[in-house]
Each structure stands twice: as structure tokens, then as C-alpha cells.
């Protein structure tokens, strides 16, 4: 495995059921209202949507928030554990993100980027539980799937 692609969602949105279809197990399912309907009842706190001005862009520092603060957090604690990135993407309720393969566990890498994503907006008042649990993961075994992942996420930006 040369890298992977991960997607997680923010809390509350994209719920099993969702009129886009969702992943469960490594397979894309059909939308369901009914599902997602039960699944909305289930939720502790309102869905999580994260403002553009934090989640794109490099940082500007300007008086209001900087923009990209949610990107900026991952790209930097990808270089903390010597992670490239090829491709990132946080849209208002997941992110996309192409990395090359390290010898940890996929898990450890996602784990550390919804972490220093959290701290970041903490800073700005979220304090609900920002992140459903786990991950979807792709693997790309050779260049020619890197890229083609590389190109989906490139398209994702919000």
C-alpha cells in the first residue's frame, strides 16, 4: 500500500439513511429516509456544520477568525507524525484526505487529525462532540489509484 484515502463525517449529518447514500462496512448504500429519520432521533446534541471561514483555505490573520483553521490543524499534525498529504478537502460536514502510507496503522493517523481539527475548534466555541465515530478508508495499492484519489477529493472542496 503506497497511501489511503479517509473520509469521517461531522457529528449528526450524513446519518446511515441519507439521501446521497452512506458507507457502512466498506460498502456504498441507497438512500433510506426512514433510516436516517431513526437515526436523527438518536442524536444527543444538533449536527455539527463547520463554517467555511475554518475550514478552507490558508491562514489569513485577520481580526475575525483566520480561515483554514480546521485544514491548517491537519496539515500540521500530518507533519508532526512525517505524514505527506496529497490531497485534503474539509467541507462543512467531513473531510477528505489522501495521505501516503506510514508504518502505522491508518486509525492512528485519522485519530490524530480529528484530534488537533477539535482543539481547533474549541478555540471557536464548539464544544459538542464534533466527529462521528471511525472512518471510511480507501487503500491505493499503486499510483494510478493514488491519483484517481487524489482528483476525487481535489473536486471536493466546498
Sequence with gaps: MIGFMATWTTYGTWLQGNKKGYVKN??????????????????????????????????????????????????????EIGQKVYAIAACSNHVHIVVESI????????????????????????????????FDKRYCYNEQELEKKIKYVQRHED
Design 26 to 79: 466498506g460498502t456504498i448504500l441507497p438512500a433510506n429516509a426512514e433510516l436516517e429519520k431513526s437515526n436523527k432521533a438518536l442524536l444527543k446534541h444538533d449536527e455539527i456544520n463547520i463554517p467555511k471561514s475554518l475550514r478552507q483555505g490558508e491562514a489569513l490573520h485577520w481580526i475575525k477568525p483566520p480561515i483554514g483553521r480546521v485544514k491548517n490543524a491537519i496539515l500540521k499534525e500530518a507533519e
Design 103 to 134: 508504518s502505522k496503522r491508518c486509525g492512528y493517523s485519522v485519530g490524530r487529525f480529528k484530534k488537533a481539527a477539535t482543539k481547533e475548534l474549541r478555540k471557536y466555541g464548539c464544544n459538542d462532540k464534533v466527529w462521528t465515530k471511525g
